[in-house]
C-alpha cells in the first residue's frame, strides 16, 4: 500500500536516475583502471574475482539505500533512515575497503597532501573518537534537522560520515599489509569499544517520550526534507495533497523513532559479531599453524 502512495512524488524521486548513471561511471572506471588499463596507473595484478564482487555490490548497495525509493523513504520515517545508515556506514565502506585493490590504496594513502592526515585520523583511538563524535553530533536534533535544510548541508555531512566510516574501518581491515599492524586482541577491544561509543545515541533516540527530530513532524520542516529528493515541480504541485508522514505509515512519530533506533543498534551488532568471527578465526587458525606438527612415527 505505501508502494502505490509513493508513486504520486514520481520517477526520478523514486529511482533517482541521474545518481543511477553516476555509479554505472564508477563501476566502468573501476572495470578500466583494474582491468585493461591498470598499467597506464602502475597497477599490479588485476582484482581477484571475489574483489570484483564485493566492489560492484557495494556500488549495488550504495544505489538500494541512497538512490531508490529507500532514500525517499529515509525523508519520511526514521525507521527507514537508520536501515540507511546502517548499510551506508557499517557495510558498504566494509566491501569497498576489500574491493578495490591494495595497489590504489598505496597511491591514495600515499599522496603528499593525504598521507600526514591519513595516519593520523586512522590511530585506532582517534578514528574511534572521530567516527562516533561524528555520528553522534549528526543525531542531535538541531544538527540533523539543518542537515534535512538544503542539498549542500545534506550532501556534505552525508560525505563526512561515509569519509569517517572509512577511517574507522581502516585499522581493522587495513586493505595495505603494512598497515595492519593491529594484534587480533587489541582488535576486538576495539569494536567492543565501538559498539560501546555508539550506543548513547542509539539510547537516546530509543527512550525519547517525544519526537525529537521536527524533520519527521507535520508542522516541522517535513517538506523542506522532501525538496531534497523530490523535484520542485512536483513538490510544488503536492503541497495541497500532503498531510503529513503519517500518510505513508501506520507508526506515529515517537514509535517510528524507537524502532529506528532499535534497528540501528541491532543491525551495528551483527555487522560488528560478523568482524569479530572473523578476526577470531583468522587468529585461531594463525595460531593453530604455529603448533608443532607431531612427529613421524619412527619404524
Not at 538541531?142 to 555531512?157: G, L, R, Y
Not at 577511517?167 to 576486538?188: A, C, G, N, R, T
Not at 525519547?208 to 510544488?236: K, M, N, R
Request: hydrophobic share 50%; glycine share 6%; charged share 10%.
Amino acid at each position: 500500500m505505501m508502494w502505490l502512495e509513493l508513486q504520486i512524488f514520481g520517477f526520478r524521486a523514486l529511482w533517482s536516475p541521474y545518481y543511477f548513471v553516476f555509479l554505472v561511471g564508477l563501476a566502468v572506471l573501476y572495470y578500466l583502471i583494474t582491468g585493461p588499463y591498470r598499467h597506464r596507473f602502475g597497477g599490479e595484478e588485476k582484482p581477484a574475482g571475489k574483489q570484483q564482487f564485493l566492489f560492484y555490490v557495494s556500488l549495488l548497495l550504495l544505489y538500494i539505500v541512497k538512490g531508490s525509493p529507500i532514500d525517499l523513504l529515509t525523508h519520511i520515517t526514521l525507521t527507514a533512515h537508520m536501515v540507511q545508515m546502517a548499510i551506508y556506514l557499517l557495510v558498504i565502506p566494509i566491501f569497498m575497503l576489500k574491493g578495490i585493490p591494495s595497489w590504489i590504496w598505496r597511491k591514495v594513502v600515499n599522496a603528499p597532501v593525504i598521507k600526514p592526515v591519513f595516519h593520523l585520523l586512522t590511530k585506532p583511538l582517534i578514528a574511534l573518537i572521530l567516527f562516533n563524535a561524528v555520528f553522534s553530533l549528526y543525531h542531535m536534533p538541531s544538527v540533523f534537522d539543518f542537515a534535512k535544510s538544503s542539498m549542500v548541508a545534506h550532501t556534505s555531512i552525508s560525505l563526512i560520515l561515509f569519509l569517517t566510516a572509512f577511517i574507522v574501518w581502516f585499522p581493522l581491515i587495513s586493505p595495505i599489509k603494512e598497515l595492519d599492524e593491529m594484534q587480533p586482541l587489541l582488535k576486538i577491544g576495539y569494536i567492543f569499544a565501538n559498539s560501546v561509543l555508539i550506543t548513547p545515541a542509539c539510547v537516546l533516540i530509543i527512550f525519547s517520550s517525544d519526537p525529537l527530530y521536527a524533520a519527521y513532524t507535520q508542522d516541522g520542516s517535513w517538506i523542506q526534507a522532501l525538496s531534497l529528493c523530490v523535484p520542485g515541480d512536483v513538490l510544488s504541485g503536492l503541497t495541497t495533497t500532503l498531510s503529513g508522514p503519517e500518510m505513508f505509515t501506520s507508526m506515529d512519530v515517537v514509535e517510528d523513532q524507537q524502532l529506528g533506533g532499535i534497528i540501528m543498534k541491532i543491525m551495528q551488532e551483527i555487522t560488528y559479531g560478523i568482524v569479530l568471527g572473523s578476526i577470531f578465526y583468522k587468529w585461531f587458525s594463525k595460531e593453530s599453524q604455529k603448533v608443532d606438527p607431531v612427529p613421524a612415527t619412527i619404524e
